[in-house]
């Protein structure tokens, strides 16, 4: 069972918890969706509006690790302050390093990375974490376009997850690695 313990946005009001399993994305990726498939259970808003969740949420999953849904990055309409804002937010969050097993980095299977998706993914390569990228929205790919992105999209990125949160296509896997990966 998933279960929402608290949304926050600083350090002091971050919960205890000592396995945590993050999911980042770009805004409109998919990620409330995929969050909603892989727990079967309405937990994430899923918007309208992209970049409107602000705040930082964290699930406890079946009591063996802590889910954290951090706002998505990459969203143009934000003001100044707003950027700022946001970025000390989630340098808060990830200088609590110890406590994140496995980042989970969803990106659109159609679109491959895009530069803000390849600034994330250094970000987390430079701190050490270990994370997964996982290609969401297949369900909008014929057989033959996933296999080109495969080759050609994503085939610097070693093990690439596969899902689409819309049809529920490889989200058992998903769960299965997340996990194997604590
Ligand atoms: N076709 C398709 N649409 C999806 C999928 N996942 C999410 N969406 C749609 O993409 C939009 C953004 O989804 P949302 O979960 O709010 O993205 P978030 O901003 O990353 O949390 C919504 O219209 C979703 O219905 C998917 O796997 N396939
Ligand atoms: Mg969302």
Same mark, same amino acid.
């Given at each position: 069972m998933v279960k929402f313990i608290k949304? +926050?946005?600083i350090k002091n009001d971050f919960p205890e918890s000592?396995?945590?399993?993050v999911f980042v994305g770009r805004s409109n990726v998919g990620k409330s969706s995929l969050l909603n498939a892989l727990y079967n259970q309405k937990i994430a808003y899923v918007g309208k509006t992209p970049g409107k969740t602000r705040l930082i949420n964290f699930f406890n999953v079946d009591n063996i690790y802590t889910a954290v849904d951090v706002p998505g990055y990459g969203y143009a309409k934000r003001s100044q302050k707003e950027a700022i804002e %946001?970025?000390? $937010?989630m340098d808060d969050y990830f200088s609590r390093i110890d406590k994140i097993h496995l980042v989970v $980095? /969803?990106?659109d299977s159609r679109i491959g990375l895009t530069k &803000? &998706? /390849?600034q994330m993914k250094e970000y987390l390569e430079d701190m050490n974490l270990n994370y997964v990228i996982v290609a969401n929205k297949i369900d *909008?790919?014929?057989? !033959?376009?996933?296999?080109?992105n495969k080759h050609k999209l994503f085939k610097d990125y070693g093990n690439v997850i596969y899902v689409s949160a819309e049809n529920k296509k490889n989200i058992e896997e998903l !769960? *299965? %690695? /997340?996990? +194997? !990966?604590?």
């Open positions: 949304s +926050a946005t000592n396995r945590e399993v %946001y970025a000390n $937010m $980095m /969803i990106v &803000d &998706d /390849i *909008k790919l014929s057989n !033959n376009q996933l296999n080109n !769960n *299965k %690695y /997340i996990l +194997a !990966n604590l």
